[in-house]
């Protein structure tokens, strides 16, 4: 069974992580999908974790993006129809495990950091979610205990009156490209969107418009993504993940 990891930890931490399942686990698999999530940005660690679980079968998918890390939220393991995830419980694994369908929700006993030798208030990642891996490799639930719930988080929390958009840009690629939370299928009716003064009409292709333009299209998270072909939207306009209004053209 594979391991995938996504953290907002850069670069130091995730092995350190690594070096905890593969000492419990030497049999382990471990996938990096990320470890450049914004700091403490659960919904954008949520997102990009939708986006990635379902081209895996039968995975274990550790999402560690945890502001309330040492305080009283629950570290889970959630048991899926085809997968188990391995997170705080912030709502991060929420929108992917209700997909898959969630059977099971369990508690990691604190414990099991003994399994580690340590147990900082800052580092759950290495003293908690790591070993819980190596356990789950191993079919070992002993620090495992069955709760009712996990908390949600909604990814799809945009509105659309027709006229306004409201989206949230949850997501800045490297090329710039602002990637919201707004599925394709609301949006056929769009010709384009206006934000800052900036109009960004709706294309298939980058290559609809000169090098240098606008442009707005579904990108490959299946979302509205406002862009600049051969260039960065996020430097034009200066925005980071949030919530944006866009005014619709028609």
Same mark, same amino acid.
């Given at each position: 069974?594979?391991?995938?990891?996504?953290?907002?930890?850069?670069?130091?931490?995730?092995?350190?992580?690594?070096?905890?399942?593969?000492?419990?686990?030497?049999?382990?698999?471990?996938?990096?999908?990320?470890?450049?999530?914004?700091?403490?940005?659960?919904?954008?660690?949520?997102?990009?974790?939708?986006?990635?679980?379902?081209?895996?079968? $039968?995975?274990?998918?550790?999402?560690?993006?945890? /502001?309330?890390?040492?305080?009283?939220?629950?570290?889970?393991?959630?048991?899926?129809?085809?997968?188990?995830?391995?997170? /705080?419980?912030?709502?991060?694994?929420?929108?992917?495990?209700?997909?898959?369908?969630?059977?099971?929700?369990?508690?990691?006993?604190?414990?099991?950091?003994?399994?580690? @030798?340590?147990?900082?208030?800052?580092?759950? @990642?290495?003293? &908690?979610?790591?070993?819980?891996?190596?356990?789950?490799?191993?079919?070992?639930?002993?620090?495992?205990?069955?709760?009712?719930?996990?908390?949600?988080?909604?990814?799809?929390?945009?509105?659309?009156?027709?006229? $306004?958009?409201?989206?949230?840009?949850?997501?800045?690629?490297?090329?710039?490209?602002? &990637?919201? $939370?707004?599925?394709? $299928?609301?949006?056929?009716?769009?010709?384009?969107?206006?934000?800052?003064? &900036?109009?960004?009409?709706?294309?298939?292709?980058?290559?609809?418009? /000169?090098?240098?333009?606008?442009?707005?299209?579904?990108?490959?998270?299946?979302?509205?993504?406002?862009?600049?072909?051969?260039?960065?939207?996020?430097?034009?306009?200066?925005?980071?993940?949030?919530?944006?209004?866009?005014?619709?053209?028609?």
């Amino acid at each position: 069974m594979l391991i995938t990891l996504l953290t907002d930890f850069g670069d130091f931490y995730p092995g350190v992580m690594k070096g905890v399942i593969l000492s419990l686990a030497p049999e382990a698999k471990i996938i990096d999908i990320t470890h450049s999530v914004d700091p403490q940005n659960v919904f954008q660690g949520a997102f990009l974790l939708y986006h990635s679980y379902r081209f895996f079968r $039968n995975a274990i998918h550790v999402a560690v993006v945890d /502001p309330g890390v040492g305080g009283d939220r629950k570290a889970l393991v959630i048991k899926t129809k085809h997968h188990f995830f391995v997170a /705080p419980d912030n709502g991060i694994a929420y929108p992917s495990a209700s997909e898959d369908g969630i059977i099971e929700i369990y508690e990691i006993d604190s414990k099991i950091s003994e399994l580690v @030798g340590e147990l900082s208030a800052t580092f759950h @990642g290495r003293d &908690i979610f790591a070993p819980a891996v190596a356990l789950l490799l191993k079919g070992d639930f002993s620090y495992f205990r069955r709760v009712e719930c996990m908390k949600s988080l909604d990814l799809f929390d945009y509105s659309f009156d027709g006229e $306004n958009l409201r989206a949230r840009i949850v997501y800045v690629d490297k090329f710039g490209n602002l &990637i919201t $939370n707004v599925p394709a $299928n609301v949006l056929k009716s769009a010709k384009g969107f206006k934000l800052l003064d &900036i109009e960004f009409p709706m294309v298939r292709t980058y290559s609809d418009v /000169p090098i240098g333009k606008p442009l707005a299209l579904i990108g490959s998270f299946g979302t509205l993504e406002l862009s600049i072909r051969e260039g960065s939207a996020q430097k034009l306009l200066g925005i980071s993940p949030g919530v944006v209004e866009l005014e619709v053209l028609r």
